[in-house]
T-cell receptor, first 113, second 113 residues
């Protein structure tokens, strides 16, 4: 049990719709990163938030956006869903130091039909 | 661009065997390297974190080593058990952008009773 909780655990959406995924962090973990993991592959970095500001982004289009709240919980929003967005979405939280350990949630399985 | 490779992609061993999983990375300018375990459809569980200044870390039956100059890490599992069956992923955090961890695609381990 990592103390990082993601909701919902599973979700089915239709192409073109919008989705919001949520992540709650451990106490004191002011940094959150989001990853997309396709079946059989390693997670791909989407973006990171530190103290409510985005401070790193991977190769994902602008329709992937996020928020971090004052309590350090976070949201990942995806607009105009495409079939290829079907994946396991993972969030990872850690304290702000550059060499600190990342703790992952159990993931949200998104299926786009 | 950092690239992380894990070989082999899959491994099957009899219970009780000692085994080594390999992780190689192309850019040696890293802050740390982290090994994770992932059960099917689940999130990532952190196993070991090695800082760039360290050579190895141990936890129970697990030992991870890091050779930054050659861009390699190994995860040694002693006396394997069926419960060790899972996918093992390594991730490196680069020195230039502390947020973007780059993952390998993992090694899927099956330990047969």
């Amino acid at each position: 049990e990592t103390g990082v909780t993601q909701s919902p655990t599973h979700l089915i959406k239709t192409r073109g719709q919008q989705v919001t995924l949520r992540c709650s962090s451990q106490s004191g973990h002011n940094t959150v990163s989001w990853y997309q993991q396709a079946l059989g592959q390693g997670p791909q970095f989407i973006f990171q938030y530190y103290r409510e500001e985005e401070n790193g982004r991977g190769n994902f289009p602008p329709r992937f956006s996020g928020l971090q709240f004052p309590n350090y919980s976070s949201e990942l929003n995806v607009n105009a869903l495409e079939l290829d967005d079907s994946a396991l979405y993972l969030c990872a939280t850690r304290t702000g130091g550059k060499d600190t350990e990342a703790f992952f949630g159990q993931g949200t399985r998104l299926t786009v039909v | 661009k950092q690239e992380v490779t894990q070989i082999p992609a899959a491994l099957s061993v009899p219970e009780g065997e000692n085994l080594v999983l390999n992780c190689s990375f192309t850019d040696s300018a890293i802050y740390n390297l982290q090994w994770f375990r992932q059960d099917p459809g689940k999130g990532l569980t952190s196993l070991l974190l090695i800082q760039s200044s360290q050579r190895e870390q141990t936890s129970g039956r697990l030992n991870a080593s890091l050779d930054k100059s050659s861009g390699r890490s190994t995860l040694y599992i002693a006396a394997s058990q069926p419960g060790d069956s899972a996918t093992y992923l390594c991730a490196v955090r680069p020195g230039t952008n502390a947020g973007k961890s780059t993952f390998g695609d993992g090694t899927t381990l099956t330990v047969k009773p």
